[in-house]
């Protein structure tokens, strides 16, 4: 072997290292690219709901009890092939009660707490003592089911289920945040109490109103008395004065005091002599004539 063929095999080397490196390079980075899609896809990922999701945000009870159903049929068809070892082909769900689904990876029993729906109630305890539900599953955000519930009555459906489903079934105060339990006597309890209580609110409600109607014609019986007392003082002073008492028709602000006549025009506007007010100067005269008589007469002891 000649100096040269030595020279080519060396760099016939040299170039299949270089190649090799090349390729290992390359696969390198494309397995680090496919991580990081991986990574993008785990960050931002698209859950479908499941039929169970879709029949909870309808708040169509009927249709969720047949899917337990179905769901609770195809678990023990299940159990049978797997005790069974038999050799045919079974397919088996690819869902169940507890499956996440949505932006937020909600269960369920999440949407179902959430909703306000009339039938939220009864789809609650429909997936957790029909379904078994996992109230302590948690979504994205980190919050179990009970933590969304948006009435007091959800809250409350809750809480009589972890009565009914006893303390071993799942960690209700740590993992699921549910209240304490709940029994059916407990909310007819809790009912007759409220209706107590509504009822002692209406009766002090009718007390206060029957209490205010009274002060009121009260109030309206004394204003009457006071306003007869003033009219009364104010007829013996038109007496004493050598005026007549005012009569009903005559209770307007524009009428003669002398002769009790209706004045067009504003009170302000008629003859004034010390407080009386007269439609004409005649009224005027005729009054200082019967006041300066009575004053001659209670002189003279008559």
């Not at 689904?101 to 609650?124: E, R, V, W």
């Not at 809480?159 to 339990?181: F, H, I, M, N, Q």
């Not at 509504?198 to 009457?224: H, I, L, P, T, V």
Request: aromatic share 4%; glycine share 6%.
């Amino acid at each position: 072997m000649t100096v040269e063929d030595v020279r080519v095999s060396d760099e016939t080397e040299e170039n299949v290292v270089v190649e090799r490196s090349g390729v290992e390079q390359g696969g390198e980075k494309g397995k680090q690219q496919q991580a990081e899609e991986e990574t993008k896809v785990l960050k931002n990922p698209t859950l479908s709901y499941t039929p169970l999701h879709e029949a909870v945000l309808k708040g169509d009870l009927d249709r969720l009890i047949e899917l337990l159903n179905e769901l609770e049929e195809t678990e023990e068809q299940e159990v049978i092939v797997e005790d069974s070892n038999a050799s045919e082909q079974f397919t088996p769900t690819i869902y169940d009660v507890n499956t996440q689904g949505g932006d937020d990876f909600q269960t369920p029993l999440h949407l179902a707490s959430a909703s306000t729906h009339p039938n939220a109630p009864s789809l609650i305890t429909a997936l957790l003592i029909q379904g078994r539900a996992n109230p302590s599953a948690i979504d994205s955000r980190g919050r179990p089911p009970y933590f969304l519930a948006s009435t007091d009555k959800s809250r409350e459906t809750f809480r009589l289920a972890r009565g009914t489903l006893g303390e071993d079934y799942c960690s209700w105060d740590d993992e699921a945040k549910v209240g304490p339990p709940l029994t059916l006597d407990d909310v007819e309890l809790k009912k007759a109490k409220a209706l107590e209580k509504k009822r002692r609110q209406r009766a002090r409600q009718k007390e206060k109103k029957a209490a205010d109607k009274a002060a009121e014609e009260e109030a309206a019986a004394k204003q009457r008395k006071e306003e007869e007392e003033a009219k009364r003082l104010a007829d013996a002073k038109r007496v004493r004065d050598g005026l007549k008492p005012k009569t009903t028709a005559a209770a307007a602000s524009n009428v003669c005091d002398f002769c009790q006549k209706v004045v067009k025009g504003r009170r302000s506007q008629m003859f004034q002599r010390l407080e009386y007010a007269y439609c004409s100067t005649d009224c005027v005269k005729r009054h200082q004539r019967e006041l300066a008589a009575a004053a001659a007469t209670r002189r003279l002891g008559g």
